[in-house]
């Protein structure tokens, strides 16, 4: 059974840098495409970055040159590492897997791609 676990989240301030972490279970990390998503209260969950089995990566503008998205094959594990972080940053944040089939470059970032959810870790940025 597949299954994702996220971490990492905190309170930072603006300028600051996390390293969010999503440990996957039940099947192998570089099989299938992943993203990190993030959603704020009230609001439709948003793309952020999105590796697919290659290693192409994208990401939404807000946050290119920002953060990064990685995976360690060796812990079974996918990274969003983010730096300067901004108080728009601040959101939930949720990794994601599609484990049936491999997620087109330019679809990484539609939520509707993905079968798979981790639990989500809160990101909070103060100014």
């Known amino acids: 059974q597949v299954q994702l676990v996220d971490s990492g989240g905190g309170s930072v301030q603006a300028g600051g840098s996390l390293r969010l972490s999503c440990t996957a279970s039940?099947?192998?990390?570089?099989?299938?495409?992943m993203g990190w998503f993030r959603q704020a209260e009230g609001k439709e969950r948003e793309g952020v970055a999105g590796?697919?089995?290659?290693?192409?990566?994208r990401y939404t503008d807000s946050v290119k040159g920002r953060f990064t998205i990685s995976q360690d094959v060796a812990k079974n594990t996918l990274y969003l590492q983010m730096n300067n972080l901004k108080p728009e940053d601040t959101n939930m944040y949720y990794c994601?897997?599609?484990?049936?089939?491999?997620?087109?470059?330019?679809?990484?970032?539609?939520?509707?791609?993905?079968?798979?959810w981790g639990q989500g870790t809160q990101v909070t940025v103060s100014s």
């Open positions: 994601a897997a599609n484990t049936r089939y491999r997620v087109a470059w330019h679809s990484l970032l539609i939520q509707a791609q993905y079968n798979y």
């Open positions: 039940g099947y192998t990390l570089r099989s299938y495409s």
């Open positions: 590796i697919d089995t290659d290693g192409s990566t």
